[in-house]
C-alpha cells in the first residue's frame, strides 16, 4: 500500500507541491494582510482597504515565486530578475482573468457569488500553474526546443 502511494506521489509530485505551495501562499497573504489590517491600518477606509490588497497580493506573489521556483518547478535558471518578471506578469493575467470572470458570472450572468469565487479560484489556480510550467520554468528540454542555452552542471 505504501509502495502505491509513493508510486503516485511521484507520479504527481509536482501537482502535489504546488497545491501545497498554494495554500501556503494563501496563508503568508492572507497573515500579510491580517496583520497589517489588525495592527497599523485600517480596512474600513477605502484606500487603506485597497493598500491592504495590494500588499497581500505582491507578497503572495513573492513567496509564491520563491516557494515555486525551489519546490515546485525546481528551477535553475540564473537570471531569477527575468523569470520573476515573467512569474508576476503571469500572476497579474489571471488576477485580471479573475477580475474578468467574476464581472461576467456574477454581474452579467447573475451567478451565485460564492459558487462564482470558487469556479474562478479553480480556473486561476490551473492557470497560474499552466503559464508557470510552460512559459516561467520551462524545463531544460522545452528550453532546447525553443533553441535557448542551457546551462549543464556536472552531476556525480
Not at 501545497?20 to 496563508?27: A, D, E, Q, S
Not at 515546485?72 to 497579474?92: C, D, H, I, P, W
Request: charged share 20%; aromatic share 14%.
Amino acid at each position: 500500500m505504501m509502495e502505491k502511494l509513493m508510486a503516485l506521489y511521484r507520479k504527481y509530485e509536482e501537482i502535489i507541491v504546488y497545491l501545497i505551495v498554494g495554500v501556503l501562499n494563501t496563508l503568508v497573504s492572507w497573515g500579510a494582510w491580517f496583520l497589517l489590517a489588525y495592527t497599523i491600518m485600517d480596512a474600513q477606509v477605502v484606500w487603506q482597504n485597497v493598500f491592504l490588497s495590494i500588499v497581500s497580493w505582491v507578497v503572495g506573489v513573492v513567496f509564491g515565486y520563491f516557494m515555486n521556483r525551489k519546490y515546485v518547478f525546481k528551477s535553475t535558471e540564473s537570471n531569477m530578475r527575468k523569470e520573476f518578471l515573467q512569474f508576476a506578469g503571469g500572476r497579474v493575467s489571471t488576477w485580471v482573468l479573475d477580475a474578468v470572470m467574476m464581472v461576467l458570472l456574477v454581474n452579467i450572468l447573475h451567478v451565485n457569488e460564492g459558487f462564482s469565487k470558487i469556479f474562478v479560484a479553480v480556473l486561476v489556480m490551473i492557470g497560474n500553474y499552466l503559464i508557470s510550467k510552460l512559459f516561467v520554468f520551462k524545463k531544460d528540454a522545452q528550453k532546447l526546443e525553443a533553441g535557448e542555452e542551457v546551462e549543464t552542471e556536472e552531476r556525480g
